[in-house]
């Protein structure tokens, strides 16, 4: 089945150890985004890649950074990982930016943790 | 900026009732999404509803866009409904982006 996927699931890190997330997608699809969301908070988005082209959301922290080498797959880095930056981090995809089909794809997510 | 509300903040309900969910929404909102994050963070697409009325077995939505709010119906509620339910404002600026509201926690006991 088409789906999006996030490895790990789980992850652990000390503080200030540089930690990356994967999202790979089999939708083929040209917009992937990757969303923090708190513990009983709502997602927020950090940014988007239209292919390659990188949106920054204007809150996000500079600790974060995103790369996506294919259409597949996109990285999240978080340079220096903050006890405040434990959350769940969601990959998802749409097809294109705007258009009524354009729905949002979501991953299962990886829990980060940082000790 | 975009406002997005949502109530009830939380909900319980026995086996087999039925419930109404709320979504409130500003004027800068274009489009209107639902979605169900169960126990495991999981977030599942249940409705893209700019207006109208759509169906989906147990589950209905409601987008009266004039009035600016959106309701989701859950009907003969099973313990696997579950979770977290978030609407989400769709604004277009040059992108279809996602502001979550804050989400209503249901809990459906056996």
């Known amino acids: 089945d088409a789906m999006v996927i996030q490895n790990p699931r789980y992850q652990v890190t000390q503080f200030g150890k540089p930690v990356t997330l994967s999202c790979s997608q089999t939708?083929?699809?040209?917009?992937m985004y990757w969303y923090q969301q708190k513990s009983s908070q709502a997602p927020k988005l950090l940014f988007h890649y239209y292919d390659k082209d990188f949106n920054n959301e204007a809150d996000t922290p500079d600790n974060f950074q995103s790369r996506r080498p294919n259409t597949s797959f996109c990285f999240l880095d978080i340079r220096s990982p903050g006890l405040g930056d434990a959350a769940m981090y969601l990959c998802a995809t749409s097809r294109d930016l705007a258009g009524a089909s354009d729905t949002q794809y979501f991953g299962p997510g990886t829990r980060l943790t940082v000790l | 900026g975009i406002q997005v509300e949502q109530s009830p903040p939380d909900l319980i309900l026995q086996e087999g009732a039925n419930s109404t969910l709320r979504c409130n929404f500003s004027d800068s909102v274009n489009n209107l999404q639902w979605f169900h994050q169960n126990p495991w963070g999981q977030l599942i697409n249940l409705f893209y509803?700019?207006?109208g009325t759509k169906q989906n077995g147990r589950l209905s939505a409601t987008t009266v866009a004039t009035e600016r709010y959106s309701l989701l119906y859950i009907s003969s509620s099973q313990t696997t409904d579950s979770g977290v339910y978030f609407c989400?404002?769709?604004?277009?600026?040059?992108?279809?982006?996602?502001?979550f509201g804050t989400g209503t926690r249901l809990l459906v006991s056996p």
């Open positions: 939708l083929n699809h040209n917009v």
């Open positions: 509803i700019p207006s």
């Open positions: 989400a404002g769709i604004m277009n600026t040059g992108f279809q982006k996602l502001v």
